[in-house]
Nanobody, 127 residues
Framework: QVQLVESGGGLVQAGGSLRLSCVASGRTFSTMSMGWFRQAPGKEREFVAAINWSGFATYTADSVKGRFTISRDNAKNTVYLQMNSLKHEDTAVYYC????????????????????WGQGTQVTVSS
């Protein structure tokens, strides 16, 4: 069973930075594509970023493009989300997720293609 544990959330002022981490266990991490999603209060969960199993392919949502960067360290079984120039509207619970198979299937941005989820980490950006 795959387990995902996020960390690194917190309270930050607008314009600041945070780096989220997600440690995976239960499967060979280097064969796992990964994704980050977020859910703000009263809103649906939305795609933020994804990275394929090798790390050579990354994708980010338009809303965070140029500010957020996804990366991974297969030696540490960890995927990261570096968040810079944070805005109040980035406030949300952030989740890392992994698909059941090696890839995402039809879409890296659809949460339906992810089978495993972490518990989430709260990011609050004060304006």
């Amino acid at each position: 069973q795959v387990q995902l544990v996020e960390s690194g959330g917190g309270l930050v002022q607008a314009g600041g930075s945070l780096r989220l981490s997600c440690v995976a266990s239960g499967r060979t991490f280097s064969t796992m594509s990964m994704g980050w999603f977020r859910q703000a209060p009263g809103k649906e969960r939305e795609f933020v970023a994804a990275i394929n199993w090798s790390g050579f392919a990354t994708y980010t949502a338009d809303s965070v493009k140029g500010r957020f960067t996804i990366s991974r360290d297969n030696a540490k079984n960890t995927v990261y989300l570096q968040m810079n120039s944070l805005k109040h509207e980035d406030t949300a619970v952030y989740y890392c997720a992994a698909p059941r198979s090696m890839g995402w299937g039809t879409s890296y941005s659809s949460e339906n293609n992810y089978a495993y989820w972490g518990q989430g980490t709260q990011v609050t950006v004060s304006s």
